[in-house]
């Protein structure tokens, strides 16, 4: 068993390491404060080809998979969440396409995703529809001028990048629309330039501010038959690409957790009470030490599931382990920024330190992707089921 990085992930680990503190970094607080999308770190991305990691080299990409784009955010999520996030793109709506598309699908659309000459995002949740996907009501009938082709009327809300993206993953109903059976949903490649297709209300985000978030509005939109990703009634590839985006999640509570408690290590270093550092105190020394262990520990198993998610195992028997890595990084974050601002005390409760950012990050981290009461329910099946057992 080995532990350590390949030469090539070790160097990609430290090149963005190095671009992380000397342009991100700078440019965290602004993005934050304005809450316009960062291009110019977009562009830098491109250029340092971050934004092809996770897409295989005959499409344009570095192939170095999830676990190299998990490195890469984990590195970004240090400072900005935004940041990470616009990485992080680059493999949710391309999840299914990569899984289940077509090599005309994977030669059109994922090219463009690795030189940044396109964006894409991400459609499943709707208004009713949140963790209970299959209660979704965005519904695609079968266009009677096109055949194979279908209609698509709904709306998809949540959306991360939906005003930035070229084009959309969408998943819709094509059987039943009261069915909660399975196979009644089927995933769409939606260009944003066809009719119909429009973006509506942006939300008002607590954090995570730059990359917008809001609805995707599908009115009459007709989808070619070429554009229907998979198989009709194919909605386990919804939760096939969810499950594999378990560690990239996962890599943004990671990195969020570090660059918090790294920040607040070197202010209690500094910061002088009754006589001496704060960080003399042993009780201030303990809180460090629980959650350097609980970073550890959310290191390990984000990198076993990034492991485990480019093998392509990612489904139902391995999702106990790639829910655990989302669970424990995510409820990581939360509890690291947490402690970053208690330990500043009222200074890390100011703008004047990024510690209030990250406090308000993380808690998007614990929702997006599944909720951290999903990603107990699916390990506590794992267990029922035995696919997560010790005997």
């Known amino acids: 068993m080995d532990f350590t990085l390949s030469d090539e992930l070790t160097e990609l680990q430290a090149t963005v390491r ?50 190299g784009l998990t490195l890469a955010i984990e590195e970004v999520a240090k400072h900005s969440n935004t940041a990470a996030l616009m990485l992080l793109l680059t493999r949710l709506p391309t999840g299914p396409v990569m899984i289940a598309g077509s090599e005309e699908q994977k030669s059109r659309y994922l090219p463009g995703i690795a030189d940044g000459s396109l964006r894409a995002a991400f459609g499943l949740s709707e208004p009713g529809a949140g963790s209970d996907v299959v209660g979704m009501s965005t519904r695609a009938t079968p266009d009677p001028d096109d055949e194979g ?58 954090g995570v501010r730059g990359v917008d978030t809001g609805e995707l509005v599908l009115q009459d939109v007709r989808v070619p038959a070429g554009n229907v990703i998979g198989e009709v009634g194919g909605f386990r590839l919804a939760m096939l690409g969810l499950n594999s985006m378990r560690p990239i999640v996962a890599a943004r509570g990671i990195g969020l957790a570090e660059g918090a408690l790294m920040y ?67 409820e990581c974050a939360v509890r690291a920024s947490g402690l970053a601002v208690q330990l500043l005390g009222a200074a890390g409760y100011m703008k004047d330190h990024p510690t209030e950012m990250w406090y308000r990050d993380a808690r998007q981290l614990t929702i997006v992707e599944g909720t951290s009461q999903v990603q107990l329910g699916l390990i506590a099946r794992g267990v029922l089921d035995r696919h997560l057992w010790w005997d």
């Open 18 to 67: 190095r671009l992380a503190r000397d342009k991100v970094a700078p440019r965290a607080r602004e993005i934050d404060e304005t809450g316009e999308y960062p291009e110019d770190l977009f562009q830098l991305f491109a250029a340092s080809g971050l934004l092809g990691l996770c897409i295989p080299e005959e499409y344009g990409g570095s192939g170095a998979g999830i676990l």
């Open 149 to 206: 082709g279908w209609i698509l009327n709904g709306v998809k809300c949540w959306m991360s990048g939906v005003a930035q993206a070229d084009w959309y993953t969408v998943f819709a109903k094509t059987g039943d629309p009261s069915s909660r059976r399975h196979d009644s949903i089927t995933a769409f490649i939606v260009d944003r330039s066809s009719p119909g297709v429009s973006v509506g209300s942006l939300d008002r985000k607590m």
């Open 264 to 330: 607040a290590t070197e202010y209690v270093k500094e910061r002088k009470a009754f006589g001496g550092a704060i960080a003399d105190f042993q009780g201030i020394q303990w809180e460090i030490a629980k959650m350097a262990v609980e970073i550890e520990a959310a290191r390990l198993l984000t990198y076993r599931s990034a492991w485990l998610a480019d093998q392509g195992k990612f489904t139902r028997e391995y999702v106990p382990y790639l829910s655990m890595a989302k669970y424990h990084a995510s």
